[in-house]
C-alpha cells in the first residue's frame, strides 16, 4: 500500500505541475500573481500527502510568526519542507542553486516566481544575493534559507554559513529560525514518503540589530540544533537515516 500511495501522489504531482505550469505563466503579467497559483499548487501537494500518503505535520511556535516580512532560516533534511514553508508563512521566495532552474517545468517554476538564484561557491554570489534579496524585500516578499546550504541526514549538522544574517543585517530584516524533522519521513533522495507527522518548530524572532552576522548566526544555529535534540528520532526513517 505504501508503494501504492506514493505512486498516487507522484502522478498527482507531475500531472498537476504540468497542468497549471500554463497558468503561472499568464498569472506572471499580474503582480504576485503567479506566486499566487504556485501557492494553489502547494496546497494540492500538501493535501496529496496527508490524505493519500497519511505523511501530516504538528506545528509549534506559530505565534513567534512576526507581521512583518522576514528572512525565514530553516533546517533542510528533505524536499518536505520546500512546500510546507509555504503553506506555514506568508508569500516568501527560496534562495537556491541556478542550476535548479534547468530542471523543465520545476525549474522554470522556480524562475517565474522569482526565486533568488546564486552559483553557489562563485565569487558572483554574494553580490547576486544582495541585488535578488533587496528587490525581493522591496516588492513585500519574506526570504527563505536553508543555512547549512544542502539538505542534511537527520542527527547530523552541516557548517552554519552566514547568508541568513548577512541579509538580515543588509535588508533589516529579522530572522525566525525553523526546526524540522522531515527527513525521518521523507530520506534525501529517496522515491518513499513515509505516513506519520513532522515536527515543526518555529522560533522567537532574532533581531537584525541585536548581534553582528556572526552572532546572529551563532544564534540561529545554536536555537536550531538544540530544538533538534527534541523533536530527533520519531520518525520512521529515523533509524535508517542514522546509518
Known amino acids: 500500500m505504501l508503494l501504492l ?34 501557492r494553489q499548487w502547494v496546497k494540492i501537494l500538501m493535501w496529496s500527502l496527508k490524505n493519500i500518503v497519511g505523511l501530516k505535520y504538528r506545528l509549534v511556535g506559530a505565534e513567534n510568526i512576526p507581521d512583518k516580512p522576514s528572512i525565514i532560516c530553516a533546517k533542510h533534511q528533505s524536499g518536505w519542507e520546500t512546500l510546507a514553508l509555504q503553506e506555514i508563512f506568508p508569500p516568501q521566495v527560496f534562495v537556491a542553486k541556478r542550476e535548479l532552474f534547468k530542471i523543465p517545468f520545476f525549474g522554470w517554476g522556480l524562475k517565474i516566481v522569482k526565486t533568488i538564484g546564486i552559483e553557489r561557491g562563485s565569487a558572483q554570489a554574494n553580490a547576486q544575493l544582495a541585488k535578488q534579496g533587496r528587490e525581493r524585500r522591496d516588492e513585500g516578499y519574506w526570504i527563505t534559507i536553508f543555512p547549512e546550504g544542502t539538505r542534511v541526514a537527520p542527527g547530523s549538522k552541516g557548517r552554519y554559513k552566514s547568508g541568513a544574517a548577512r541579509m538580515a543585517k543588509l535588508f533589516e530584516m529579522d530572522i525566525v529560525p525553523v526546526a524540522l524533522n522531515s527527513g525521518e519521513f521523507w530520506p534525501k533522495d529517496s522515491f518513499l514518503k513515509y505516513p506519520g507527522t513532522v515536527d515543526v518548530i518555529i522560533g522567537p524572532v532574532i533581531r537584525h540589530e541585536d548581534g553582528s552576522e556572526a552572532e546572529l548566526t551563532a544564534r540561529c544555529e545554536e536555537w536550531i540544533e538544540t530544538q533538534q535534540q527534541h523533536i530527533n528520532g520519531k520518525g520512521p526513517r529515523a533509524a535508517a537515516n542514522r546509518h
Open 5 to 38: 500511495r506514493n505512486l498516487i501522489y507522484w502522478l498527482i504531482l507531475v500531472v498537476s505541475l504540468i497542468a497549471m505550469f500554463p497558468f503561472i505563466l499568464l498569472a506572471a503579467v499580474v503582480p504576485n500573481g503567479a506566486h499566487t497559483v504556485a
